[in-house]
């Protein structure tokens, strides 16, 4: 294989394995949308960066989520080191004020493969430090309560949540960020989702969402009031 041939066909492999990662993490998936509000120059409040739980939100609170510069930036399934692979553009390209990071329970649930309480608080971690170091305030929420994962049982990720959750609570006081603990309003006596607030045990109902906004709205103007 002659030397051209050789970097064409390493150039094939590098543009084919960058394809693979960004379908990997969807960054594709707001782009356009990404690309109006920049161009629209209209202020973004707060980006809403997240899982199937933010999502969701909007179906079941519509008026919620047309508060105006509020933009949700939920994918289903997603896990902490796609979201952070997609952050820059799904966030910090719209400068908003705050940034609301709901993330951790996919990977606990092992979406993309098996992973550690350590690696995911280190995906948060970064995409909250990305955050700050665009000027953006930074809101850490804390993983719902989960029993057991109905697409994946038997993992007992109760208590892996409440480490992870542990840990986050703290990186918000040694940072300055600002915790919301959705997880103490909403955690039963098994240490699982209360069950008049989903209908399977990990994703919110109306009655869970009307619970966690008044939660969340004190977290964003906490944090608009932060130094």
């Known amino acids: 294989m002659g030397c051209r041939t050789l970097y064409y066909s390493l150039l094939l492999f590098a543009v084919s394995?960058?394809?693979?990662?960004?379908?990997?993490?969807?960054?594709?998936?707001?782009?356009?949308?990404?690309?109006?509000?920049i161009s629209s120059r209209v202020p973004v409040k707060v980006v809403f960066m997240g899982n199937s739980i933010t999502e969701a939100w909007p179906a079941a609170d519509a008026i919620f989520f047309s508060t105006p510069g509020y933009v949700n930036r939920g994918i289903s399934g997603q896990t902490t080191p796609q979201m952070l692979l997609r952050f820059k553009?799904?966030?910090?390209?719209?400068?908003?004020?705050?940034?609301?990071?709901?993330?951790?329970?996919?990977?606990?649930?092992?979406?993309?493969?098996p992973t550690t309480v350590h690696e995911i608080f280190g995906h948060i971690e970064s995409m909250a430090t990305l955050a700050e170091a665009a000027g953006i305030k930074v809101v850490i929420c804390s993983v719902l309560p989960v029993w057991d994962y109905p697409w994946k049982p038997g993992l007992e990720p109760a208590q892996k949540?409440?480490?992870?959750?542990?840990?986050?609570?703290?990186?918000?006081?040694?940072?300055?960020?600002?915790?919301?603990?959705?997880?103490?309003a909403m955690v039963n006596d098994k240490k699982g989702l209360k069950e008049d607030l989903g209908n399977d045990g990990v994703h919110p109902n109306k009655k869970g969402y009307g619970l966690m906004k008044p939660i969340i709205l004190r977290a964003i103007e906490q944090a608009l009031s932060s130094k």
């Open 17 to 37: 394995a960058l394809t693979q990662a960004q379908e990997w993490a969807n960054v594709a998936r707001f782009q356009t949308d990404n690309a109006a509000i």
């Open 89 to 113: 553009q799904d966030v910090i390209d719209l400068h908003p004020k705050v940034v609301v990071i709901l993330a951790g329970t996919n990977d606990i649930a092992g979406n993309t493969g």
């Open 161 to 184: 949540i409440i480490h992870l959750n542990d840990k986050l609570k703290v990186l918000c006081v040694q940072k300055g960020y600002t915790y919301a603990d959705y997880f103490s």
